[in-house]
């Protein structure tokens, strides 16, 4: 009985903590756009070829900080903007459950880089776009000075998932659900 109480407790924090994060710390349209800015200049910076392959895609959706936290039940959830041609066309949210060892909280960034219009135009026109279900996503990977553009990409939509230490591997988007969001 005891550990059902706990549990529960345990639910309760977590699912406050997230009902918590999407309606009151809602960030501005500003506080977005400054976020991306810098998002994006960190991955120009850490991903050898990177500012030659952004201007390669046909659009870039972008979430300056994905907080994920969990006590055996976890949650996670960002805002972001999508950019075609450089400029801000619509602003996202993500968000994503979890369930199993887990325990604490976590800060990343996440950048989906649309590599074809068929796949930005799916995105675009979904009511809410989940990874694995409505598309898929290839997180990259690659060596130490290897530069982006030499990669053959077979999934239309590159992931990239960076941590408050650089770009992060074997990481996982499955289960991450985008919907669009009115700033």
Do not use: H
């Amino acid at each position: 009985m005891k550990t059902f109480k706990n549990m529960s407790c345990c639910l309760i924090i977590v699912f406050s903590f997230l009902s918590f994060s999407q309606t009151s710390v809602a960030a501005s349209a500003e506080e977005i756009e400054i976020g991306v800015d810098a998002t994006l200049d960190r991955f120009r910076d850490e991903v050898s070829g990177g500012n030659k392959f952004l201007q390669k895609a046909k659009g870039v959706l972008v979430f300056p900080s994905v907080i994920k936290a969990g006590f055996v039940v976890g949650g996670e959830y960002g805002e972001g903007a999508l950019r075609i041609g450089g400029k801000t066309v619509e602003y996202y949210s993500t968000a994503g459950a979890s369930l199993g060892f887990q325990l604490g909280a976590q800060s990343k960034s996440v950048v989906l880089v649309f590599l074809t219009k068929k796949a930005l135009s799916d995105f675009r026109k979904s009511d809410g776009w989940k990874v694995g279900v409505d598309g898929s996503v290839a997180i990259v990977e690659w060596g130490v000075g290897e530069d982006i553009n030499t990669i053959d990409f077979n999934d239309p939509i590159a992931g990239f998932v960076f941590s408050n230490k650089g770009l992060m591997y074997n990481l996982t988007l499955e289960g991450s659900k985008f919907t669009k969001i009115v700033k």
